[in-house]
């Protein structure tokens, strides 16, 4: 059991555009920024989305991020068929004095 | 461009130490909190721990102090020790840079390209 939820899966068609969802808690999201990372099948994670909303050079800007209260979320629009991979929320817990992930989303594009 | 590549024992014994080193190249040890994380195969991602620069450091409490993460500046390098290690510890081992200048808001990038351990007799 993840301390952040996410939806195990989620999809879409090409060009259409998908949010993926994490929750947490005031001891996490609620207090600190939250990240994204983008795991492509048996390779390390890569970071996507910093500090809430920030974008590393080299990411496309079809993927955004925002938080509010006790949630984040990603949204990736003009799904593109390379977007079709595993997706990770992460951030401190103040409670448990460390990081904490999302159990991970799986996008497919249909 | 910095790079992160883990090295160590693919195997490791139940009860006995797994040992990892993580040797940085292309950038400066000073300033970050150097990770490691690990992620069981077919599941999701789990913090470890880190070192700053300072030497200060943090485990994650699911370790239950069995780990250790030291930081040899002169090489570029810094390990991660875990003791008493059972089969749940089987698992993708990833070492990565924590950027951002706080212990509780930074983020990993980049990631080494991950080292699988077995724990197995």
């Known amino acids: 059991q993840s301390v952040l939820t996410q939806p195990p899966s989620a999809s879409g068609t090409p060009g259409q555009r998908v949010t993926i969802s994490c929750s947490g808690s005031s001891s996490n999201i609620g207090s600190h920024t939250v990240n994204w990372y983008q795991q492509l099948s048996g390779t390390a994670p890569k970071l996507l989305i910093y500090t809430n909303t920030q974008r590393p050079s080299g990411v496309p800007d079809r993927f955004s991020g925002s938080q509010s209260g006790t949630s984040a979320s990603l949204a990736i629009s003009g799904l593109q068929s390379e977007d079709e991979t595993d997706y990770y929320c992460?951030?401190?817990?103040?409670?448990?004095?460390?990081?904490?992930f999302g159990g991970g989303t799986r996008l497919t594009v249909l | 461009q910095v790079h992160l590549q883990e090295s160590g024992p693919g195997l490791v014994k139940p009860s006995e130490t797994l040992s990892l080193t993580c040797t940085v190249s292309g950038g400066s040890i000073r300033g970050y909190y150097w990770t490691w994380l690990r992620q069981p195969p077919g599941k999701g991602l789990e913090w470890i721990g880190y070192i700053h620069d300072t030497g200060s450091t943090n485990y994650s409490p699911s370790l239950k102090s069995r780990g250790t993460i030291s930081l040899f500046t002169s090489g570029n390098q810094f390990s991660l020790r875990v003791n008493s290690v059972t089969a749940a510890d089987t698992a993708i081992y990833y070492c990565?840079?924590?950027?951002?200048?706080?212990?509780?808001?930074?983020?990993?990038?980049?990631w080494g390209q991950g080292i699988l351990v077995t724990v197995s007799s």
């Open positions: 990565a840079r924590g950027r951002g200048g706080s212990p509780t808001d930074h983020w990993f990038d980049p």
């Open positions: 992460a951030a401190w817990d103040d409670s448990l004095n460390g990081w904490v």
